[in-house]
């Protein structure tokens, strides 16, 4: 091949990477070979070709389509163009420190936050009933802590971990005490003694969690749990595999690809750099829709559990909301909804939005302080009827 | 020749069309390029698009066998690529021990040797075939669980199978990769990797109309021009599940069977169920929607035939 048109691939690789595509050298390499084996005679199949090397998923063929569109027509309006961007990088270079050097920061000034006035005679009080910090944080509502409680209660949220019911798979294992037989491995085992009668080698079905997919309400009635609902599911995506996490508020964004960075912090920045609509209104019936038609098939496969987190006061009153709150109960196997709203004593189902939802859900738990998601450990981890007792008491107050 | 690789997108477009498939420019160079330069191709689409079709085509226009491995949730090694056939091995060591005059060395050769080995269909697409290498296709790879995803990985980027007892089978000519996926789950990168990837999106009305003259050829052409409008139109509107190139062959059939020659509302109505696999979605366009739908396709139709 012609030195130039190697090079300009490997300029166009580079403009695609910097856009955000995963192209390494490899592709690269790929790509080379690929332009010699359809030619660059016709401008099509040098685009498709190019484009079956660069392109994996299909979210990407936007980008690519643009990038091609700008780099073959001119290369060095793309080149032009990423130069422009290298400042733009330099300057954010120091803001993606920024939160560690924070957290240093913090670190080395000690427990600034703890001097708020009336928090701390409440403590004292507690601490008269000889009730520990600790215990006495797991009691109090997300909505009434002070920063330092804050963050001690994150501390303690990122150890939740949450044991679900598991699930029997297709595969087998070993188990010198399962219910079946496994043919295979008893004859190996006779082989061994060169057909001479052996015990039977006996298997049982291999187990696996379910995938757990959570649905969280960042709406502006939900701004003080919201916070600390991420830091949960972020603690959640980080315990096990199979998790995805969704949030909405007038729309619906998946922001599970962001809670898997390990760093608590960096995680949250992308989740909150990611969602568009932070404390707006609710609309639970379209973003149920949404993820009906675009997720429900991905990510409900295999038996999902779904967390529904929301307290239920929907911007559109309900409309809707019902068909969609069935559909998706009936494709997965447990919706339980979680409400901080059912904290308080006098909380009857009124208002449509909850009315709407209620006859879908298979269980209906409050999610308000550090013992309510303690509390919902033991909920997934009881798999019992699809309807849970607790909810009785509700749908009748609803009716 | 029908058995030699296509030399260019026009032949491999060529090829597809001699197999009744009627392709686009776009999947034909994603397709050239995996024959030419022996990789995997990685096909993913809603269901009922013709991904699974294209491997079939390419083993009856090629000449190849076609070897398919339908994926499913505990899919394991001794179902996907090979198992000892421990009954005739216990037979093997029950009929040397009778005769007596076999020596332990030679038994012990013989007995992990090919002749016990049951082949399946990974490590069949490895052997030397007269015809050329087989088509080989993994269909919808989402359906399987990850640890069987991480060990095609060997298999796709160096057409090799290590057996423990045996040693490395490798293929003296690369089989032909089909990978389909229907998006149920995210497919690995590593994996993606190594093939060449390509989106098989819904045909336009101009190639779909193609497909029904190849597909169904009895259909009326003005019923088949409808039929194709009706579909395009369903296909832009927000279903749960938007009906393929599947349901629309389906379709057209079925209305041959009713002898039909023109869409007619209720004809619509009755016939549905062969488009539309959501109750909800059916709910929806019965009635007076698919009458208004019927309508627009018709003047449009009017309107292009007019001009």
């Not at chain 1, 944080?137 to 002070?146: G, I, N, V």
């Not at chain 2, 509107?237 to 041959?256: F, I, R």
Request: hydrophobic share 45%; with cysteine; glycine share 6%.
């Amino acid at each position: 091949m012609q030195g130039g048109l190697a090079i300009n691939l490997m300029h166009f690789a580079r403009a695609l990477r910097a856009a955000g595509l995963p192209v390494g050298p490899g592709k690269l390499l790929q790509a080379v070979e690929a332009v010699e084996a359809v030619g660059i005679g016709n401008r099509a199949d040098f685009y498709w070709a190019l484009h079956a090397v660069f392109v994996n998923r299909r979210d990407q063929r936007e980008v690519f389509d643009q990038a091609f569109h700008v780099f073959w027509r001119n290369p060095d309006i793309l080149k032009r163009m990423m130069g422009l961007m290298l400042p733009t990088i330099r300057t954010e270079s120091p803001d993606t420190q920024d939160p560690l050097s924070r957290r240093v920061a913090d670190a080395l000034r000690g427990t600034a936050p703890e001097a708020e006035g009336p928090e701390k005679s409440e403590i004292e009080v507690d601490a008269a009933f000889t009730v520990s910090a600790q215990e006495r944080l797991q009691e109090k509502d997300f909505e009434k802590m002070s920063a330092a409680e804050m963050a001690e209660a994150k501390r303690m949220l990122a150890r939740i971990a949450l044991p679900v019911a598991e699930v029997t798979t297709r595969r087998h294992r070993p188990d010198p005490r399962g219910p079946r037989v496994d043919p295979r491995a008893t004859l190996r085992r006779m082989l061994r003694s060169g057909g001479d009668l052996a015990d039977l080698a006996r298997r049982s079905r291999r187990t696996r969690p379910p995938p757990l997919v959570v649905l969280c309400d960042i709406s502006g009635s939900m701004t003080r749990y919201s916070r600390m609902l991420l830091h949960f599911m972020h603690a959640l995506s980080n315990d096990r595999d199979r998790v995805h996490s969704f949030v909405f508020g007038t729309r619906l964004t998946n922001i599970t690809r962001h809670l898997r960075h390990k760093d608590v912090d960096v995680a949250l920045d992308a989740v909150s750099a990611a969602v568009a609509d932070w404390s707006g209104g609710t609309r639970i019936g379209t973003a149920l829709h949404a993820f009906n038609r675009t997720w429900a098939r991905r990510v409900l496969g295999q038996g999902a559990v779904v967390l529904l987190i929301t307290d239920g006061l929907d911007r559109d009153a309900g409309e809707g909301l019902a068909a969609e709150a069935e559909r998706l109960h009936k494709s997965c196997r447990r919706l339980v909804w979680l409400n901080p709203l059912l904290r308080w004593e006098g909380f009857a189902p009124k208002s449509s939005g909850i009315r709407a939802l209620l006859p879908h859900v298979d269980d209906f738990r409050p999610v308000h302080n550090l013992n309510s998601l303690a509390g919902l450990a033991d909920a997934l981890n009881r798999d019992g009827p699809r309807r849970a007792e607790s909810l009785r008491k509700w749908l009748k107050e609803a009716a | 020749m029908p058995n030699t690789l296509p030399a260019s997108v026009d032949d491999t477009l060529d090829l597809l069309r001699r197999g009744n498939y009627v392709a686009d420019r776009s999947l034909a160079t994603a397709l050239y390029l995996a024959l030419k330069l022996r990789r995997p191709l990685f096909l993913e689409g809603e269901a009922g698009v013709g991904k699974t079709e294209i491997a079939k085509v390419l083993s009856a226009t090629l000449g190849r066998r076609l070897l398919r491995l339908q994926c499913y949730e505990g899919l394991d090694v001794a179902a996907a690529v090979y198992e000892w056939n421990y009954a005739r091995q216990m037979m093997e060591i029950r009929l040397a021990e009778a005769s007596g005059d076999r020596d332990r060395e030679a038994l012990g050769a013989d007995l992990f040797s090919e002749r016990f080995l049951i082949k399946r269909p990974l490590l069949q697409a490895l052997e030397p075939d007269p015809a050329g290498a087989p088509v080989l296709l993994i269909d919808e790879l989402d359906r399987t669980d990850e640890p069987f995803e991480a060990y095609l990985l060997e298999i796709l980027s160096d057409f090799q199978v290590s057996i423990p007892e045996f040693g490395t089978v490798t293929a003296p000519e690369p089989p032909i990769v089909i990978l389909t996926s229907n998006r149920t789950r995210e497919i690995h990168d590593a994996l993606k990797r190594r093939c060449f990837y390509h989106w098989v999106d819904y045909p336009n009305a101009e190639r779909e109309r193609a497909i029904l003259a190849v597909k169904a050829p009895n259909a009326d052409a003005r019923l088949a021009a409808q039929v194709v409008g009706v579909v395009q139109s369903l296909r832009g509107m927000d279903l749960y599940k938007a009906p393929g190139v599947a349901e629309t062959l389906d379709w057209a059939q079925a209305l041959v069977e009713l002898n039909q020659l023109e869409l007619e509302p209720s004809v619509i109505n009755d016939t549905l169920g062969t488009l539309l696999k959501y109750q909800d979605d059916i709910a929806r366009i019965q009635g007076s929607e698919a009458a208004r739908i019927l309508a627009q396709v018709k003047t449009e139709l009017a309107a292009s035939t007019a001009r």
